[in-house]
């Protein structure tokens, strides 16, 4: 016998069939695709997703687009892409943990953010102006995927980008799609954190008193922490949650970072430059939908909607670059 075992397909999704939990959603039982399309030789479907999305130009396009400093200073502060790294694999650990699909878990993990318009949460309030009701990130992910970027992903990996966002009411239909909203807020608690100490806003002693003894220092400890506490009251409840009087810590250190981080008044200032820059560009484009790229202009959305597709689509520094453009001209 040589030192290699090939792995087809079909032995990995008997593997699945033995080895993951009674509840892990299994490749061969997907819903499907949009698109029906032969089988890869060697991928399960979920795993054949999540090459997809990594390979995709809306994940490259993470990279230049904030998480919560808008153009910092210094080489290690946390990208739209770093943070989806990080989410990536604290969904994969916990699945794994939890015996669960993990292709899945890491698939809906790597997609669940490339909606994010420029300058993060910020660029969304901006959009939201524009649309009825609230214009939200993890439908525009899906959207990207199905529509403007299209894939042909599977069901699941679709249902848990849209759904991954603590706010919205239907929460994804699998194990996996839950894991990852989990795994999205541990991230950027931890990270951010870190972030802020970085970058003199914060220091340890500003934290809670009751989030450090719950999690302990910021960062690593806090990413095991909390990894922990979904994992053993999962297995208790049968359901991905996180035991309660800890949730509860996450939930009011959410709440101090809003306040001390996300929200804090000397950023103000900074906000609403981004906020006026994204609807300049929204207006602009509204009144020269022939300037929009072909990409972007599909016959079943109205301007408005391709508008908001190509602004959205954007980095920041594209962003940044297209105002200048317009508003800005160089005489030279």
Known sequence: MGQF???PRDEAERREQMELAPGATLSADSRGREHAEEPDRWRTGFERDRDRILHSKAFRRLKHKTQVFMNPEGDHFVTRLTHTLQVTQIGGAIARYLSLNVALAEAVCLGHDVGHPPFGHTGEEALSEFVEGEWRHSEQSERIFRVLEPLNLSWEVLDGI???????A???ATPEGNVVRFSDRIAYLAHDALDALRGDILTVDDFPPEALRAFGEPGRDWVESMIEGVV???MRTGEISMEPAMLD?????????FHRVYLRPEVEP????????????VTYYMGHLDEVP???????????TQVIDYV?????RFALRAHDDLFRPRLF
């Open 270 to 281: 900074q906000r609403r430059r981004a906020q006026e820059l994204v609807r300049d560009l």
């Open 162 to 168: 849209r759904g991954h966002p603590w706010k919205m």
């Open 294 to 304: 072909e990409t972007y202009r599909h016959a079943d959305a109205d301007a408005a």
């Open 249 to 257: 810590t996450m939930l009011s250190l959410r709440d101090f970072m």
């Open 5 to 7: 075992v090939l792995r």
């Open 170 to 172: 239907t929460p994804p």
């Open 232 to 234: 053993e009251e999962s």
């Open 312 to 316: 959205a689509g954007m980095t920041d």
